[in-house]
C-alpha cells in the first residue's frame, strides 16, 4: 500500500515548484524507507524542471543529493538496518543483468538505468526524487555515508561529488598529473578538493578571476581567467586532463589546445545545446575528447569513504524549502557558493 508524503514539485514544464504529496511505495522485500535529512539542488534540477533536456514527466519532483536515515527496512535486506546513515544520488535501478550493471557501472546500464525522479520505474510508475520527506529505495542502490561526514554536507556529494571523483580516478589523476578543472560552482568546486586530495597539481579554470581567493582555499594550485585571450595561449599544452564542469557550449577546439600530447578533455558538464569540433584539435596531438556521467554504486560508496577520509564536504548555503524557487534562480545567475542544500525538515 501507497503512502503519501510531503513533497515539493514541478506542476508543469517552467512553472514554480509548489508544496504537495507524492505517493510512495510500501516497504518491500529488499527496499529501505530513508526519512530526507537533506538535499541538494543540482543544476541538472533546473535543466529537467524546463524541459532543457527533453520533455519532462509531471509533476516532477526533483532531487538526486539526497541523505538521510533509514527508519524502516524489508524483511530481506542484509545491508541497513534502522537508524543507518544513507544517500540516493542519481538513480534508484538498472537492468541488474547487463553486462554494465554486472561490472558496477549501473549508470551506463545497457536498458538504462531508472533516474532518481523524472523518469519511470519498472513497475511503470513515475519516480519521485529528493525534495520530499521520505523515499522508498532497493538496498542495493543505497550508499552509506561515513559517520565522518555531515548528513548536510555530504548530500552534494551524491552528484557533484561522484561526478567529479568518477572521471578524475578513471584517468589517473594524481602525483605528476596536471589537472585542470573548468568552472568553479557545485560541480567544479568538488573537483578542486578531490583532485588536491588524490595529489595532482590542481588549475582552476574560470572566466574571471573573481573566485580566485576561493579556488586557492579549495586547494587550486593556480587560478585563470578564461575571459582573457592570452590564457589560451599562455596555457597551451599544459595539461595532463582538463574536466569541464560547466553547462554552457566550450569552444572546444580552444580547450583541447591546453593538452599535453596524449592528454584528456572530459566533459561532465551537458549544454542545452550541440557543440562542434575540429578533428584537427584531437589528431594533432593524440587527445582525447571524452564525457562522464556519475559513477556506479560501488564506486560512489568508494568517493563517499574517500571524502571522508579526507574531510571533503560540499561547500553549502542550507535553506529551507520555501525558498527553492528564489534558489533556482541564483544558480542560473551563479549566485551560490557553491550547492543549495534544501533542510528537509521544512518540507512538511
Same mark, same amino acid.
Given at each position: 500500500?501507497?503512502?503519501?508524503?510531503?513533497?515539493?514539485?514541478?506542476?508543469?514544464?517552467?512553472?514554480?515548484?509548489? !508544496?504537495?504529496?507524492?505517493?510512495?511505495?510500501?516497504?518491500?522485500? #529488499?527496499?529501505? +524507507?530513508?526519512? %530526507?535529512?537533506?538535499?541538494? *539542488?543540482?543544476?541538472?534540477? *533546473? #535543466?529537467?524542471? !524546463?524541459?532543457?533536456?527533453?520533455?519532462?514527466?509531471?509533476?516532477? =519532483?526533483?532531487?538526486?543529493?539526497?541523505?538521510?536515515?533509514?527508519?524502516?527496512?524489508?524483511? $530481506?535486506?542484509?545491508?541497513?538496518? /534502522?537508524?543507518?546513515?544513507?544517500?540516493?544520488?542519481?538513480?534508484?535501478?538498472?537492468?541488474?543483468?547487463?553486462?554494465?550493471?554486472?561490472?558496477?557501472?549501473?549508470?551506463?546500464?545497457?536498458?538504462?538505468?531508472?533516474?532518481?525522479?523524472?523518469?519511470?520505474?519498472?513497475?511503470?510508475?513515475?519516480?519521485?526524487?529528493?525534495?520530499? @520527506?521520505?523515499?522508498?529505495?532497493?538496498?542495493?542502490?543505497?550508499?552509506?555515508?561515513?559517520?565522518?561526514? $555531515?548528513?548536510?554536507?555530504?548530500?552534494?556529494?551524491?552528484?557533484?561529488?561522484? @561526478?567529479?571523483?568518477?572521471?578524475?580516478? #578513471?584517468?589517473?589523476?594524481?602525483?605528476?598529473?596536471?589537472?585542470?578543472?573548468? $568552472?568553479?560552482?557545485?560541480?567544479?568546486?568538488?573537483?578542486?578538493?578531490?583532485? #588536491?586530495?588524490?595529489?595532482?597539481?590542481? @588549475?582552476?579554470?574560470?572566466?574571471?578571476? !573573481?573566485?580566485?581567493?576561493?579556488?586557492?582555499?579549495?586547494?587550486?594550485?593556480?587560478?585563470?581567467?578564461?575571459?582573457?585571450?592570452?590564457?589560451?595561449?599562455?596555457?597551451?599544452?599544459?595539461?595532463?586532463?582538463?574536466?569541464? @564542469?560547466?553547462? /554552457?557550449?566550450?569552444?572546444?577546439?580552444?580547450?583541447?589546445? +591546453?593538452?599535453?600530447?596524449?592528454?584528456?578533455?572530459?566533459? =561532465?558538464?551537458?549544454?542545452?545545446?550541440?557543440?562542434?569540433?575540429? +578533428?584537427?584539435?584531437?589528431?594533432?596531438?593524440?587527445?582525447?575528447?571524452?564525457?562522464?556521467?556519475?559513477?556506479?554504486?560501488?564506486?560512489?560508496?568508494?568517493?563517499?569513504?574517500?571524502?571522508?577520509?579526507?574531510?571533503?564536504? /560540499?561547500? *553549502?548555503?542550507?535553506?529551507?524549502?520555501?525558498?527553492?524557487?528564489?534558489?533556482?534562480?541564483?544558480?542560473?545567475?551563479?549566485?551560490?557558493?557553491?550547492?543549495?542544500?534544501?533542510?528537509?525538515?521544512? %518540507?512538511?
Amino acid at each position: 500500500m501507497t503512502t503519501n508524503v510531503p513533497a515539493y514539485a514541478v506542476p508543469a514544464a517552467n512553472a514554480p515548484l509548489e !508544496r504537495t504529496t507524492v505517493p510512495r511505495r510500501a516497504v518491500g522485500e #529488499h527496499d529501505v +524507507l530513508i526519512e %530526507i535529512k537533506y538535499a541538494g *539542488i543540482c543544476h541538472s534540477d *533546473i #535543466h529537467q524542471a !524546463r524541459d532543457g533536456w527533453g520533455e519532462g514527466i509531471f509533476p516532477m =519532483v526533483p532531487g538526486h543529493e539526497i541523505a538521510g536515515i533509514v527508519t524502516e527496512v524489508g524483511p $530481506g535486506v542484509t545491508k541497513y538496518a /534502522a537508524g543507518d546513515r544513507v544517500g540516493v544520488g542519481c538513480f534508484v535501478d538498472s537492468c541488474r543483468r547487463c553486462a554494465y550493471c554486472r561490472q558496477g557501472l549501473e549508470q551506463y546500464c545497457a536498458e538504462g538505468m531508472t533516474g532518481t525522479y523524472n523518469a519511470l520505474g519498472r513497475d511503470g510508475e513515475p519516480t519521485y526524487g529528493g525534495y520530499s @520527506t521520505h523515499i522508498v529505495v532497493d538496498e542495493n542502490y543505497t550508499v552509506r555515508i561515513p559517520d565522518g561526514l $555531515g548528513l548536510d554536507v555530504a548530500a552534494p556529494l551524491l552528484c557533484a561529488g561522484i @561526478t567529479l571523483y568518477s572521471p578524475l580516478a #578513471h584517468w589517473n589523476a594524481g602525483p605528476g598529473k596536471s589537472v585542470a578543472i573548468v $568552472g568553479l560552482g557545485g560541480l567544479g568546486h568538488m573537483g578542486v578538493k578531490i583532485a #588536491h586530495a588524490m595529489g595532482a597539481e590542481v @588549475t582552476v579554470l574560470s572566466q574571471t578571476l !573573481r573566485k580566485e581567493a576561493d579556488g586557492r582555499r579549495l586547494g587550486a594550485d593556480h587560478f585563470h581567467a578564461t575571459g582573457d585571450p592570452e590564457t589560451f595561449t599562455k596555457l597551451a599544452g599544459t595539461f595532463d586532463l582538463v574536466v569541464s @564542469t560547466v553547462s /554552457a557550449p566550450l569552444d572546444l577546439d580552444a580547450y583541447l589546445g +591546453l593538452l599535453r600530447t596524449g592528454g584528456t578533455l572530459v566533459n =561532465v558538464g551537458a549544454p542545452e545545446e550541440p557543440v562542434s569540433l575540429n +578533428l584537427f584539435s584531437v589528431i594533432g596531438g593524440r587527445k582525447t575528447l571524452a564525457g562522464s556521467m556519475i559513477g556506479g554504486i560501488a564506486e560512489t560508496q568508494e568517493m563517499l569513504d574517500f571524502c571522508a577520509e579526507y574531510g571533503l564536504g /560540499a561547500e *553549502i548555503e542550507l535553506i529551507d524549502a520555501d525558498r527553492i524557487n528564489e534558489a533556482y534562480e541564483r544558480v542560473l545567475r551563479s549566485d551560490v557558493r557553491y550547492r543549495f542544500v534544501i533542510d528537509a525538515s521544512t %518540507i512538511r
